[in-house]
């Protein structure tokens, strides 16, 4: 039997830079904060620390608009700040992740400047430029080379002035997007992320990596019904060359750099067939994707800002369905947090009454599927969203531009504001929540954002001697993934699909059993599970007294249980 890759029984902790620690007291969280709070990680057992953007950029969208791939943003710190922070990660036993963010740049990098610069500098097709449309002069309505709508609401294109020519940003107007049919594009991609393992990071993980591959003829999607704007995802979304540069860049930048690396590719609407392809590892393409679809299933009609509830048939179906799809094949990620989603324990829990037990019990059902699981910064504390009053308070471009748009086409302010509350990208990034003291022991001064009112109780420092913490429960899930082999390696069979409150399924591997039983409502449920299983069978829960006879298991409200037999 071959050996088993070392992320199988790893977890990833995402850090979200301007958010975690402020070291300089300027409000902004920086390189020097994440070194000063790595004690944190190591006390939680993480293996792997994935760091958002800290390359130079004029932060439209937080620090995804590069404006240069090897420098470290002043407000950051400096490429000797990054130096320290690496050592010192490495120094704890754990590996550090960088973001690789290439399907764009800022409109202020370099290569962006020159490719704008004219229509016959040698750059000018590393960007997408394309004329107005047939019949229409550069700037009238509807002239935009194609439909596409941007995933930031309105127009994909945008007018050069300049050159009379518009260019391609499936996001803001400040990210156009890179050219990925020419070379030389690859090629100084290529080197950059050499340059970033030669000075010592373990891997990458890819924004929307599967959007790097456009259908060259740029044809119109169909209509949304936005006004005149498309959908234009089928012609970029794994699209036609993904898996040849994929493989190309393993090719040129991981082979022969050893076992120890990991890459992990974000790609929005990738399919379970799609992604034992790009995880195979006979095809060379990546270890393992993130996959939306578990966190797409309460969107409602009007889509991810119009929430409707989570139905938990839903989430055992999609879940279910992709540990069975990759259980031969490839890897899944597992996730319920990261910068871009609520905070779960708001999202698909209950932050009032059952505010502990619920976001426990989330964490037990996610984390010992198979797969690799990601840990976001504040969710191993049950961090919440946080109470936003008015749009004011907001500060991300997707949650402006939407709520710009909506209220212009006759939405209600508040109906509007709603969604944003329950669904916005800021309740990810508002800062971690150290202490009770001052701006939560994020900073000495003024926080770039408000912190959470709720930061007084619950915090780190109020965690992390209490053995019934959040914190807690995280750390014990974490060491049942390093000690017992069946959490990383087991066979998966999903018990209960069809029960709407408990979540239910069984890991096996060469006579080990693992079970995992836990109520996702606020009510007591009871479970009927095959097999005689019995509270010295426990090894993890968030409650204190289980209850079993013969096959059944009472369940306290959010109680979740797991059970080992060898």
């Given at each position: 039997?071959?050996?088993?890759?070392?992320?199988?029984?790893?977890?990833?902790?995402?850090?979200?830079?301007?958010?975690?620690?402020?070291?300089?007291?300027?409000?902004?969280?920086?390189?020097?904060?994440?070194?000063?709070?790595?004690?944190?990680?190591?006390?939680?057992?993480?293996?792997?620390?994935?760091?958002?953007?800290?390359?130079?950029?004029?932060?439209?969208?937080?620090?995804?608009?590069?404006?240069?791939?090897?420098?470290?943003?002043?407000?950051?710190?400096?490429?000797?700040?990054?130096?320290?922070?690496?050592?010192?990660?490495?120094?704890?036993?754990?590996?550090?992740?960088?973001?690789?963010?290439?399907?764009?740049?800022?409109?202020?990098?370099?290569?962006?400047?020159?490719?704008?610069?004219?229509?016959?500098?040698?750059?000018?097709?590393?960007?997408?430029?394309?004329?107005?449309?047939?019949?229409?002069?550069?700037?009238?309505?509807?002239?935009?080379?194609?439909?596409?709508?941007?995933?930031?609401?309105?127009?994909?294109?945008?007018?050069?002035?300049?050159?009379?020519?518009?260019?391609?940003?499936?996001?803001?107007?400040?990210?156009?997007?890179?050219?990925?049919?020419?070379?030389?594009?690859?090629?100084?991609?290529?080197?950059?992320?050499?340059?970033?393992?030669?000075?010592?990071?373990?891997?990458?993980?890819?924004?929307?990596?599967?959007?790097?591959?456009?259908?060259?003829?740029?044809?119109?999607?169909?209509?949304?019904?936005?006004?005149?704007?498309?959908?234009?995802?089928?012609?970029?979304?794994?699209?036609?060359?993904?898996?040849?540069?994929?493989?190309?860049?393993?090719?040129?930048?991981?082979?022969?750099?050893?076992?120890?690396?990991?890459?992990?590719?974000?790609?929005?609407?990738?399919?379970?067939?799609?992604?034992?392809?790009?995880?195979?590892?006979?095809?060379?393409?990546?270890?393992?994707?993130?996959?939306?679809?578990?966190?797409?299933?309460?969107?409602?009609?009007?889509?991810?800002?119009?929430?409707?509830p989570l139905g938990l048939r839903d989430l055992k179906a999609s879940l279910g369905h992709w540990q069975t799809a990759l259980a031969d094949t490839g890897w899944n990620?597992?996730?319920?947090?990261?910068?871009?989603?609520?905070?779960?324990?708001?999202?698909?829990?209950?932050?009032?009454?059952?505010?502990?037990?619920?976001?426990?019990?989330?964490?037990t059902v996610l984390h010992l599927h198979r797969g690799t699981p990601y840990v976001y910064q504040g969710e191993e504390l049950g961090m919440t969203n946080a109470p936003?009053?008015?749009?004011?308070?907001?500060?991300?471009?997707?949650?402006?531009?939407?709520?710009?748009?909506?209220?212009?086409?006759?939405?209600?302010?508040?109906?509007?504001?709603?969604?944003?509350?329950?669904?916005?990208?800021?309740?990810?990034?508002?800062?971690?929540?150290?202490?009770?003291?001052?701006?939560?022991?994020?900073?000495?001064?003024?926080?770039?954002?408000?912190?959470?009112?709720?930061?007084?109780?619950?915090?780190?420092?109020?965690?992390?001697?209490?053995?019934?913490?959040?914190?807690?429960?995280?750390?014990?899930?974490?060491?049942?993934?390093?000690?017992?082999?069946?959490?990383?390696?087991?066979?998966?069979?999903?018990?209960?699909?069809?029960?709407?409150?408990?979540?239910?399924?069984?890991?096996?591997?060469?006579?080990?059993?693992?079970?995992?039983?836990?109520?996702?409502?606020?009510?007591?449920?009871?479970?009927?599970?095959?097999?005689?299983?019995?509270?010295?069978?426990?090894?993890?829960?968030?409650?204190?007294?289980?209850?079993?006879?013969?096959?059944?298991?009472?369940?306290?409200?959010?109680?979740?249980?797991?059970?080992?037999?060898?």
């Amino acid at each position: 039997m071959t050996e088993a890759p070392w992320w199988t029984s790893a977890v990833v902790y995402q850090v979200y830079p301007r958010s975690f620690a402020d070291s300089d007291g300027d409000g902004i969280g920086d390189l020097g904060g994440i070194t000063a709070r790595l004690d944190h990680l190591a006390r939680l057992g993480v293996d792997v620390v994935w760091l958002s953007p800290v390359y130079a950029s004029p932060q439209a969208d937080n620090g995804y608009d590069i404006s240069d791939y090897q420098a470290v943003d002043p407000v950051f710190g400096t490429l000797e700040d990054f130096d320290r922070l690496l050592a010192e990660v490495h120094a704890r036993g754990m590996k550090l992740v960088m973001d690789l963010v290439v399907n764009h740049t800022s409109d202020e990098h370099p290569w962006f400047a020159e490719s704008r610069s004219s229509r016959d500098n040698p750059k000018r097709d590393w960007y997408w430029w394309r004329p107005a449309r047939d019949g229409f002069g550069p700037g009238e309505p509807g002239a935009e080379p194609t439909n596409w709508e941007s995933f930031f609401s309105g127009p994909a294109w945008t007018l050069d002035e300049a050159t009379g020519e518009y260019y391609l940003h499936l996001f803001d107007r400040k990210q156009p997007d890179l050219n990925w049919e020419n070379p030389e594009v690859r090629q100084a991609v290529h080197a950059m992320m050499r340059w970033w393992l030669d000075r010592g990071v373990d891997g990458f993980r890819m924004d929307v990596i599967n959007l790097i591959s456009k259908d060259p003829a740029l044809p119109d999607g169909a209509p949304t019904g936005r006004g005149a704007l498309g959908d234009g995802f089928p012609h970029y979304g794994t699209g036609p060359r993904i898996h040849e540069f994929l493989q190309e860049m393993h090719r040129e930048v991981f082979e022969g750099r050893g076992g120890g690396l990991l890459t992990v590719g974000e790609m929005p609407g990738v399919t379970w067939e799609q992604a034992r392809l790009f995880t195979d590892p006979a095809r060379r393409e990546l270890d393992m994707v993130f996959q939306f679809e578990h966190v797409s299933l309460d969107h409602g009609p009007g889509g991810k800002f119009d929430p409707k509830p989570l139905g938990l048939r839903d989430l055992k179906a999609s879940l279910g369905h992709w540990q069975t799809a990759l259980a031969d094949t490839g890897w899944n990620s597992l996730y319920w947090n990261n910068h871009d989603q609520p905070r779960v324990v708001s999202r698909f829990g209950d932050d009032g009454e059952h505010w502990r037990e619920s976001a426990t019990a989330l964490a037990t059902v996610l984390h010992l599927h198979r797969g690799t699981p990601y840990v976001y910064q504040g969710e191993e504390l049950g961090m919440t969203n946080a109470p936003f009053a008015s749009i004011e308070d907001m500060h991300d471009v997707e949650s402006l531009n939407h709520y710009r748009q909506a209220v212009a086409a006759g939405a209600e302010p508040e109906a509007v504001l709603r969604g944003l509350r329950a669904m916005g990208r800021d309740n990810a990034r508002t800062p971690v929540q150290w202490d009770a003291s001052h701006a939560a022991g994020f900073t000495t001064g003024t926080p770039w954002m408000p912190v959470n009112p709720n930061h007084t109780w619950l915090n780190a420092q109020a965690q992390y001697d209490d053995p019934e913490s959040v914190f807690h429960h995280y750390r014990q899930l974490i060491e049942l993934r390093h000690t017992h082999p069946v959490v990383a390696l087991g066979d998966f069979r999903m018990l209960l699909p069809d029960d709407p409150h408990v979540y239910a399924y069984q890991r096996t591997l060469e006579g080990t059993r693992l079970l995992v039983v836990a109520n996702l409502s606020g009510q007591e449920r009871i479970a009927t599970v095959e097999g005689d299983w019995s509270p010295t069978d426990l090894v993890l829960s968030n409650v204190e007294s289980v209850h079993t006879k013969d096959d059944h298991i009472t369940l306290q409200p959010w109680a979740a249980h797991v059970f080992l037999r060898q």
